[in-house]
């Protein structure tokens, strides 16, 4: 693939809705989502490789330009259909030149990261009134429960984290 089709498969990708069979407030996308977890990772992680920021930046897009954002609950009642999208995800993310080696370390963060944006989204759709969002917020409460899923810094991010909307009306201290 030449780097004119890598870039436009990146951006197009990036404008995959996340949760389109969901009730949701406004629009979420790969990009949205992929910019986010950077972000998170970014502020979180005390030295983040290249590689691993690569992998958060590049986890969906722009595999999911190909399979689209699959509803969980689709490949949770599936059988083989979440193997056989990984599968196709690994192909496509290899052409582009996206597939990223990582550390067990650095999975562990990509993983951390990716679920982190999916549960501060989560948060924001209930304080906006989206109570279609909850069955996805108690699965994540499970998974971050498990021991070791999580960075410690990550553990520490979640565990204190209050929901508030940012008054722009004053500036930052």
Known sequence: MNTTDKINALREGGNIRRFHTWSVHGTHTIAHHSFNAVNLLLVLHPNPSMNLVKAVQWHDA??????????????????????????????????????????????????????IDLWLWVIEQENLGNKTVKLIHDRLDVAFSQP???????????????????????LPE
């Not at 999911?64 to 689709?74: M, N």
């Not at 052409?95 to 963060?109: D, Y």
């Not at 984290?161 to 008054?167: D, H």
């Open 62 to 115: 722009p595999s999911e330009l190909w399979t689209g954002d699959t509803p969980a609950p689709a490949k949770w009642h599936s059988n083989g259909l979440k193997e056989k999208l990984r599968e196709l995800e690994l192909l496509v993310n290899v052409a582009c030149e996206t597939a990223v080696a990582l550390t067990p370390e650095e999975e562990k963060w990509l993983w951390a990261v990716d679920k």
């Open 148 to 170: 070791n899923r999580l960075p410690p810094e990550c553990v520490k991010f979640v565990k204190n984290y209050k929901w508030k909307k940012v008054n722009v009306a004053e």
